[in-house]
């Protein structure tokens, strides 16, 4: 969305009325559907009420959709709190119960009772209650003339307020998220459950074939879904794992559709969507595309390499690593696709000249020289960004740095005399039941070169203002042999690398064996990262940052003033959401099509045994060669397995289901093709699509691939 000044509204008002009609951009709020976009909506085709989508009142789709872990989304197929969610969005879930004797990432796995179904520690779903505009109960008593400080004190005041209920425990969540940068303030009231357990997973080279050479592109072919359940105690209600606990009985669950699609029908995807930045000025986007992205995708290609390089090589390397590699590669691979879309679309030079027009405006309605204090924030807040993406991507995403780092919450215990026994004690279990996790997943060579190649490039950090980590700024002149010298000499005098030997010191732990820690030299390199972080680069970060929030907040309300009778959608902050459009093709290229579907014949074209994304189970092939297909097969007797609509959606909108104009399902969404990924900055209705995995696909591998027909029968399937 491009801030629009009003001697282009009218200019512009041709171009929007013909899009809204065939995509749209933006993700909105269930509780104003009915005053913003129902007549829309219904106009693109859709056939059911604002209400039966959001409502408190009754049932509504709202009460199937589930935040999965915090960061997907996930839905209720059934009576009997059956979810659905992506593949990816299992992911972790699924590689944590793999070991080589039950390789359920290769192999896929499906419970064929109940009693079977596993349970994950830590995995959450949440469930929306209701949303509330609290924005002037927020605000209530703060004055134009107050600072900043006075402002956020009392609207902290305001919020504690707000979100005291009779219930605080950990199931009940109640929180007021800030919209338009603080222009706008909602509470969400939600409820929790942490007994989640894992039901059925296709194996990989269904679940994410194509793997990372497909992601973020299409055509695609990954059966992206994964099965999981929510239970609950015996009042129905959220509890802790037991194995007591019973399927949960949601108000609603979706209903499925084997109806498919054709071009230009309605859909629309329920779901929570990370972040989105669309009413950035040219300044920040600079940032992101020509300072912290190029850095990030170099050293992240670095990465993927190394670990590529072990895990051809031992299938223990590939389990251990899979999932770390996933998340690497996707971010990777995103930003080179984001860079591109934003070049191509011309943002920054477009935004800049609307800036030029906005100053103008500003001035004589009193925001004064917005743009110009933004632009002078931004440029010094820049050095700072890519400092802290250099701690992130160079440090803390380093899992041995974040895991030596941790033994800092015993450490410090130790140097005073008197210690509160009873925190020391919480601390040393905690870490205690980190180090059996952390082993699992870590070979100490690729450590060792990942090391390398992260050391390697932290001393070439450009800015000289901001020192690196004193710890490695010695290795500045040092070619790569020699960084490995330093990287073996550190590991073999630390109890790192042996995991028996620290789960013995830690078995044997009292606070007066702090020296050990501290002397450690890993531990060193890993403290010296965050204290460098710290000490010069949090703060000034925070500093600025939290100017830029002022003016932004004021820029935001400024958009919102300039465009007045148009509604502008708030950016996403993992909040929940509907987006709408239709099913699409798209030219990626002059002279190029891609069709809005994909079909099983794509899997088998892409067939190559030699090449690990390209796998095809054998009995995939015998249900291809047979047509054996069942009820799953489209009218045009084929069986499609993802298709693409113009629903604008980010990260988090993962495993979010995709809805027909009747709200029923017939997909899950599961990423966003390459051409498009710059739509959390700058969305372009001719490029972005939201790619899905067709339910019928979905089903066709449960019932015939899996056998598990007790799942189909749980489902409430409309032929
Ligand atoms: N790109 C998708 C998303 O952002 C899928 C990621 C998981 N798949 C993968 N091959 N790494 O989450
Ligand atoms: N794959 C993404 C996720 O995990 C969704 C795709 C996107 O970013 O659009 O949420």
Request: aromatic residues 12%; charged residues 25%.
């Amino acid at each position: 969305m491009q801030l629009k000044i009003q001697k282009t509204i009218l200019l512009l008002v041709a171009v929007i009325i013909s899009l809204t009609l065939n995509a749209k951009e933006g993700m909105y709020l269930p509780m104003l559907l009915k005053k913003i976009n129902a007549s829309d909506m219904q106009a693109m085709g859709m056939r059911i009420t604002a209400e039966e989508i959001y409502s408190v009142n009754q049932a509504s789709l709202k009460d199937a959709i589930v935040h999965f872990g915090g960061g997907c989304t996930a839905e209720l197929v059934s009576e009997k709190g059956l979810l659905l969610t992506n593949h990816h969005c299992g992911y972790r879930s699924i590689q944590k119960h793999s070991t080589i004797e039950h390789d359920y990432l290769t192999d896929g796995f499906w419970a064929k009772s109940l009693e079977e179904e596993l349970p994950n520690d830590g995995l959450t779903a949440t469930i929306l209650q209701r949303m509330e505009d609290v924005t002037a109960q927020v605000l209530a008593g703060i004055k134009p003339e107050m600072d900043e400080k006075e402002r956020q004190e009392l609207m902290d005041k305001n919020i504690k307020k707000l979100t005291q209920t009779d219930d605080n425990s950990k199931f009940h969540l109640v929180e007021i998220k800030a919209f338009y940068y603080g222009n706008q303030y909602i509470l969400m009231e939600s409820i929790v459950f942490y007994d989640v357990r894992l039901v059925g997973s296709p194996p990989s080279n269904i679940g994410k074939f194509g793997g990372d050479t497909d992601n973020w592109m299409w055509p695609r072919h990954t059966g992206d879904f994964s099965v999981f359940r929510i239970y609950a105690d015996k009042d129905n209600n959220p509890a802790d794992y037991s194995k007591e606990n019973t399927p949960y009985k949601p108000k609603k669950h979706l209903k499925i559709s084997l109806q498919g699609y054709q071009p230009e029908d309605f859909t629309m995807v329920f779901g929570y969507p990370g972040t989105t930045q669309e009413y950035l000025p040219s300044a920040a986007i600079q940032t992101i595309v020509e300072v912290v992205n190029p850095f990030k995708i170099d050293l992240r290609r670095q990465k993927l390499d190394i670990m590529a390089e072990q895990m051809d090589k031992d299938p223990k390397i590939r389990i251990q690593y899979s999932a770390k590699y996933a998340g690497v590669a996707n971010g990777w691979k995103k930003w080179i696709g984001e860079n591109r879309g934003i070049k191509r679309l011309n943002t920054i030079q477009n935004k800049r000249i609307e800036e030029k027009e906005f100053a103008l405006w500003a001035r004589d309605h009193g925001y004064g020289d917005l743009i110009q204090e933004l632009n002078t924030l931004y440029e010094q807040l820049r050095p700072y960004e890519l400092a802290a993406s250099y701690f992130f991507e160079a440090g803390y995403y380093q899992d041995i740095i974040r895991f030596a780092y941790s033994f800092q919450t015993v450490a410090k215990f130790s140097g005073k005399k008197e210690i509160d026994q009873e925190k020391f004690q919480l601390a040393v279990k905690s870490l205690k039941g980190s180090i059996k996790g952390f082993y699992k997943d870590f070979d100490i060579d690729v450590e060792k070169n990942l090391l390398n190649a992260t050391i390697s490039a932290y001393t070439k950090f450009p800015e000289t203002t901001i020192p690196i980590p004193s710890t490695i700024a010695p290795l500045k002149s040092k070619n790569q042999e020699e960084i490995d010298e330093w990287i073996d000499k550190m590991f073999s005098k630390s109890i790192f690398a042996d995991e028996a030997k620290l789960a013995n010191f830690i078995e044997n732990y009292s606070s007066g064996k702090f020296k050990t820690i501290q002397k450690d030299p890993v531990y060193q390199l890993a403290l010296s990262y965050y204290q460098n972080y710290f000490d010069h680069i949090m703060n000034p970060l925070l500093n600025y940052q939290s100017q830029i929030d002022v003016l932004m907040r004021k820029y935001m309300q400024a958009q919102i003033e300039i465009n007045a009778g148009q509604y502008l959608f708030p950016d996403a902050n993992s909040t929940l959401r509907v987006s709408y459009g239709k099913v699409e093709n798209y030219e990626p290229r002059d002279g190029v099509i891609y069709n809005y579907f994909t079909t099983l014949e794509g899997i088998i074209e892409k067939e190559n045994p030699e090449i690990y994304d390209y796998v095809v189970e054998e009995k995939l092939k015998q249900l291809y060669i047979s047509k054996d297909y069942g009820r799953y097969a489209d009218a045009d007797g084929s069986m499609h397995t993802c298709f693409i609509a113009s629903n604008h959606t980010s990260g988090g909108n993962s495993g979010s289901p995709v809805l027909n104009a009747e709200g029923h399902l017939i997909g899950l969404n599961f990423d966003r093709n390459w051409e498009g990924t710059m739509s959390d900055l700058d969305y372009d209705p001719n490029q972005c699509r939201n790619i899905t995995v067709d339910i019928r696909y979905c089903l066709f591998i449960i019932d015939k691939f899996a056998g598990a027909q007790h799942l189909i029968e749980e489902m409430d399937i409309i032929d």
